[in-house]
T-cell receptor, first 112, second 113 residues
Framework: KQEVTQIPAALSVPEGENLVLNCSFTDSAIYNLQWFRQDPGKGLTSLLLIQSSQREQTSGRLNASLDKSSGRSTLYIAASQPGDSATYLCAVDGGSNYKLTFGKGTLLTVNP | DVKVTQSSRYLVKRTGEKVFLECVQDMDHENMFWYRQDPGLGLRLIYFSYDVKMKEKGDIPEGYSVSREKKERFSLILESASTNQTSMYLC????????????FGNGTRLTVT
């Protein structure tokens, strides 16, 4: 059974810092890995999707990488801003009936 | 932009009531999902549907049922609400095929007293 782990559970950084969020998964047989952002009390917003054949995806200040063989993904946020404060979740798609397996998320706080 | 709309942001119901949570998407997506999110447990899939009138159980279907009579609408039904169904409920949709991102609604915070 696929398990997805995100460490740390919470992270606090000063504004302007570059940071990395980690996601690990136990079964490397995946179709893709997705990163989401969730603001308090709201739904999830899709940030990046990396297909299994890809190594990384970029969107603005965000860069996500994928290493299937080691079961790891990272989300790099450049020049962090207070507006980046949110919970970041990763999810892997094992291709089985469209079911995603989610990590429990990393709560990011960017302090002004 | 894809819009997934959940009919209620907050809902308070009594134990034993029948509860309907409604979700509508405007992008003609084939797939629709219902998740619940609880502190410490993360997101768990309740049911999903890949076509009209089609449904598949997720990881925690007990106590729930679903209905998909039209492509754009996916309803979650709590036949007899219980306090352990107090949770945040999230609806999502995606187009058919692999490697398509999920689009979520803003969630319904359900409290059962």
């Amino acid at each position: 059974k696929q398990e997805v782990t995100q460490i740390p559970a919470a992270l606090s950084v000063p504004e302007g810092e570059n940071l990395v969020l980690n996601c690990s998964f136990t079964d490397s047989a995946i179709y893709n890995l997705q990163w989401f952002r969730q603001d308090p009390g709201k739904g999830l917003t899709s940030l990046l999707l990396i297909q299994s054949s890809q190594r990384e995806q970029t969107s603005g200040r965000l860069n996500a990488s994928l290493d299937k063989s080691s079961g790891r993904s990272t989300l790099y946020i450049a020049a962090s801003q207070p507006g980046d404060s949110a919970t970041y979740l990763c999810a892997v798609d094992g291709g089985s009936n469209y079911k995603l397996t989610f990590g429990k998320g990393t709560l990011l706080t960017v302090n002004p | 932009d894809v819009k997934v709309t959940q009919s209620s942001r907050y809902l308070v119901k009594r134990t034993g009531e029948k509860v309907f949570l409604e979700c509508v998407q405007d992008m003609d997506h084939e797939n629709m999902f219902w998740y619940r999110q609880d502190p410490g447990l993360g997101l768990r899939l309740i049911y999903f549907s890949y076509d009209v009138k089609m449904k598949e159980k997720g990881d925690i279907p007990e106590g729930y049922s679903v209905s998909r009579e039209k492509k754009e609408r996916f309803s979650l039904i709590l036949e007899s609400a219980s306090t352990n169904q107090t949770s945040m409920y999230l609806c999502a949709s995606s187009p058919q095929g692999f490697n398509s991102p999920l689009h979520f609604g803003n969630g319904t915070r359900l409290t059962v007293t």
